[in-house]
């Protein structure tokens, strides 16, 4: 169909989408696909997002300009609801393209326009590089510097815990380009090149052993001044910027991934003897999925009406990291022996509960978070001094 019917009408959009995933038999071999390795996993879900952009599918919820086919944060909310609906995985450089992309998007509409469309076609995804040693949750504390020299930048300084750091073929950056006694107000964000000189990546191995993440080195590494994403000294205004994007976009992806998965648990389990209790779980378990997403269906529909989403996002993350810690304790528990010893299917459940102990750290704590909801949503008295 033209790509303007499916703009102009969600649902036609969506029933067309879940036709084909449920019938086009070249899908049938995602379905209960696992990866032994970090690198393994995201090179093949690129495969898929090619295929994905192939047929349009992807296209959706991104403008023209960036090698979209127009539509809404709706679009793209629809693509990962019904992926996971249709028991397929959602492609995973999806996730950092839902945190980088708007703001790229608005900041820098033509870096946008040079490098989205290899995005959705699944030829490069991209790592974000926040969090440093001495500055995690306080962001407005970083010391990655970024030194003009005429039209370039020097980068030098560290990053950890990055995103897609290890396979990434681009890393957005948050540096300081002031001084440090100029807090949040001497940061700049700048779209890098992993493959820069002077730009080292170490793997970091979690304890499942696999390399989510990674720590990034920066010695004098030369940036074109073109790759800043806004301009010098408004880096906090996209971080900030970006943030509704990576707690509500990012909450609905990963929301519509969890009920896939507690539907493969259910299946993987039955005619176990379970324990006592087991039921009642999977209830408790189904109705916090449920709620999380209620909550980031309004969000989602809110950006969509161009709204800015503020500290209330921050709801949306925490009923996320409920989620995942209770999705995966739950696995934990039904797995029994095969849980801890391995084995196929239990092997990836094992890695996946591993990765979601950090669901309540990574981004914000849900201590910050609630801090944040007691603040600036709800108004509550500061606490005794």
């Not at 599918?57 to 992926?83: F, I, K, Q, S």
């Not at 970024?146 to 039209?151: K, L, S």
């Not at 493959?195 to 052993?209: D, E, I, K, M, Q």
Request: net charge neutral; charged share 25%.
């Amino acid at each position: 169909m033209p790509a303007a019917r499916f703009v102009a009408d969600l649902e036609a959009y969506r029933q067309e989408l879940r036709s084909y995933l449920r019938s086009e038999p070249s899908l049938a071999r995602w379905r209960g696909k696992h990866h032994a390795t970090t690198e393994a996993r995201i090179a093949k879900h690129a495969v898929l997002m090619a295929g994905l952009n192939r047929g349009r599918w992807n296209r959706y919820g991104w403008p023209e300009r960036a090698g979209g086919l127009g539509g809404d944060e709706r679009h793209r909310a629809v693509l990962y609801d019904e992926l996971s609906a249709a028991g397929l995985p959602v492609p995973e450089p999806h996730l950092m393209l839902e945190t980088l992309g708007p703001p790229l998007l608005r900041f820098a509409p033509d870096l946008a326009a040079e490098l989205l469309p290899a995005y959705l076609r699944g030829e490069e995804w991209w790592g974000q590089g926040f969090s440093e040693p001495e500055a995690g949750s306080d962001l407005a504390a970083l010391r990655c510097r970024a030194r003009r020299v005429d039209d370039t930048y020097l980068l030098s300084g560290q990053k950890l815990w990055t995103s897609h750091g290890a396979t990434a073929k681009r890393l957005m950056c948050l540096v300081r380009t002031g001084s440090a006694e100029s807090r949040h107000r001497g940061l700049t964000m700048i779209m890098v090149d992993a493959g820069t000189p002077g730009v080292s990546v170490r793997p970091v191995a979690l304890a499942s052993g696999r390399n989510e993440l990674a720590e990034v080195f920066f010695d004098d590494a030369r940036v074109p001044a073109s790759r800043l994403v806004g301009s010098e000294g408004q880096g906090w205004a996209v971080a900030m910027y970006l943030l509704q994007f990576e707690r509500a976009m990012y909450a609905w992806l990963s929301g519509t991934v969890a009920l896939r998965r507690l539907r493969e648990l259910r299946d993987l389990v039955a005619g176990r003897r379970l324990p006592d209790g087991s039921a009642r779980r999977f209830a408790e378990c189904y109705a916090d999925l449920v709620s999380l997403r209620a909550r980031s269906a309004e969000t989602v529909h809110r950006l969509a009406a161009g709204e800015t989403v503020g500290p209330e996002a921050s709801v949306d993350k925490v009923l996320l990291a409920t989620v995942e810690t209770g999705l995966h304790d739950l696995a934990r528990e039904l797995l029994g022996a095969g849980f801890v010893l391995g084995g196929d299917l239990s092997d990836e459940w094992r890695a996946d509960w591993w990765y979601s102990r950090a669901s309540t750290i990574m981004g914000g704590s849900s201590e910050v978070q609630r801090t944040i909801l007691a603040d600036h949503v709800l108004g509550l008295p500061k606490e005794a001094r």
